[in-house]
């Protein structure tokens, strides 16, 4: 077994808890994520579960159960370290199951990204363009937002909605220009019309040649 130690210079902190998840860069493949939790505040935190969550098991795959403390006294740290298989950048955060100061809580980060491999470039957000209360049978637009790592073009952008019925409908596909590192760039699908009401997902999805380097959601909530 092998892995990166965490650096202890650069905390943030969710009371009553400190953490850092790092490193914030990983190879692709199987490797290890550590997390390093001080508890900061003046009562004893007790029978901690610990576990570090994907948002997105297919880029990175948490391989391991949540860990165990009992105890972590005030002022008092530890370092975790958890197995996972990555393959493509993706959003993490850490939950903890236990009791403060005696009594039940439940305690969770923020989702951090972290950076696998060499990408060419990084699916930043996705948003369904509608009015404020979008109706049936009112044309919606599809916005995703795309940030550069290295010089790439060609790279291929899906747009796919699944509805409140359960059916996936792959409303446009296209071809990227030429995006330099750093440089952002806006792409619009074609408008796709909602005739349910409900609740739909949007999708984006990031190819390069066959290997999706990036998914992004949204919500929209079609008035009933």
């Known amino acids: 077994m092998s892995y990166q130690r ?29 997390i390093s939790l001080k508890n900061v505040s003046e009562d004893a935190l007790t029978g901690l579960n610990v576990r570090l969550n994907s948002l997105d098991t297919y880029a990175i795959d948490i ?18 370290h958890y197995q996972v298989a990555a393959q493509q950048s993706g959003g993490i955060y850490v939950s903890v199951d236990g009791r403060w100061a005696g009594e039940p809580f439940h305690w969770e980060t923020p989702s951090r990204r972290v950076v696998v491999g060499d990408q060419v470039a990084e699916l930043v957000s996705v948003f369904a363009l509608s009015e404020p209360q979008p109706r049936p049978s009112e044309e919606i637009t599809i916005e995703a937002t795309l940030r ?15 509805t409140p019925s359960g059916e996936s409908i792959n409303v446009d596909k296209t071809a990227t220009d030429l995006l330099n590192p750093g440089e952002v760039a806006t792409y619009k699908s074609d408008p796709f019309v909602p005739e349910e009401r409900g609740i739909y997902v949007i999708h984006a999805y990031v190819f390069d040649d066959t290997t999706r380097i990036g998914h992004e959601t949204d919500y929209l909530s079609i008035a009933v």
């Open 63 to 80: 391989e391991e159960d949540a860990k165990y403390l009992s105890a972590l006294e005030p002022g008092q740290g530890e370092e975790l």
């Open 148 to 162: 550069g790592l290295i010089t790439a073009s060609g790279l291929i952008l899906e747009f796919w909605v699944e």
């Open 6 to 34: 965490a650096g202890r210079g650069n905390m943030a902190a969710k009371f009553p808890i400190e953490y850092e998840i790092s490193p914030k860069s990983i190879r692709g493949g199987r490797t290890w994520l550590a």
